[in-house]
């Protein structure tokens, strides 16, 4: 029998402290806040992508950030311990929910730092709330995905992903998923008990809606007029969302590009790689 790279003993990366707030009409979210000692450090939001959470997301980036800035990293709603609602997941809702948690805080304007479906957020959040973002970060991330039919017919798949996570199945189906990514990582398979059980928290239905969201999402007619201090990490190989897009959307937005040969999951593959160029892209855009 193969041996497993997933401790038994479950250990917890550094995680900021974790709060929770009741947004007014809106209902509670779960967040984590990192407070630089330097009140006049700028101020991150880090959005995270479709199926994750913060933490899963941005756990291995959280040390080096918070050596320069003060951060803000939001559960959407549907996702981890977010804000759960009976109405329909939305991306322009997921927006309103971050401006109204930094507006609450106190803490604008932000940089915001999309990964993957955090990318159109912090776009839509830009175009909605403009008064709250002093630049934007995307990553791994595209315009829409929609653009061609294998595309389109890809995400009629989705409506098969909320039966799944509510399966017997897909605990199991997440530890050999988890296994196989973290096997030659080294630094990262301490925590795989623990991501496995993060992957456990999110609503299964808004996932599903949020899937459905991103089929349809479109900012091509809209992205260019943005016009705010930009950065993009490129994935070169990027399985999920396509490099060409992902430089259609650099374009658009006049990002300073910085590129990661790795797939969509280099949050975890290549950790330190990672943390490298998030810090230079916030950097160069703090920069303005």
Not at 80 to 87: A, E, I, K, Q
Not at 122 to 139: K, N, P, Q, T, Y
Request: with cysteine; proline share 6%.
């Amino acid at each position: 029998m193969a041996r497993s790279h997933i401790p038994t003993v479950m250990a917890l990366p550094w995680l900021p402290p974790g709060r929770t707030m009741v947004l007014p009409g809106r209902g509670e979210v779960f967040y984590r806040h990192h407070q630089h000692s330097d009140p006049q450090a700028p101020t991150l939001l880090l959005l995270h992508g479709w199926t994750a959470s913060a933490d899963l997301q941005f756990f291995t980036v959280y040390e080096a950030l918070a050596a320069d800035f003060s951060f803000i990293a939001i559960d959407h709603r549907g996702h981890g311990r977010g804000l759960r609602s009976c109405d329909p997941f939305t991306l322009d809702d997921a927006a309103d929910d971050a401006a109204a948690l930094v507006r609450a805080l106190g803490v604008g304007p932000v940089i915001t730092l999309g990964y993957s479906m955090g990318g159109p957020i912090s776009m839509l959040l830009a175009r909605r709330h403009r008064d709250l973002v002093r630049g934007i970060v995307v990553e791994a991330t595209a315009l829409e995905w929609r653009a061609n039919r294998w595309e389109r017919w890809r995400w009629q798949l989705v409506r098969l992903l909320g039966p799944m996570m509510r399966s017997w199945a897909y605990p199991r189906l997440m530890r050999w998923a988890l296994e196989h990514v973290v096997k030659t990582q080294e630094p990262v398979q301490r925590y795989a008990a623990w991501a496995i059980a993060e992957t456990r928290r999110g609503d299964a239905f808004n996932i599903a809606q949020a899937g459905h969201q991103l089929a349809v999402h479109d900012a091509r007619p809209w992205a260019d007029s943005l016009q705010l201090p930009a950065g993009s990490l490129i994935t070169t190989r990027d399985r999920l969302v396509p490099p060409y897009k992902q430089y259609e959307l650099a374009k658009a937005l006049d990002s300073f590009i910085i590129e990661l040969s790795d797939d969509h999951l280099c949050t975890i593959t290549s950790p330190d790689e990672y943390a490298k160029a998030t810090l230079r892209l916030v950097q160069h855009v703090a920069a303005g």
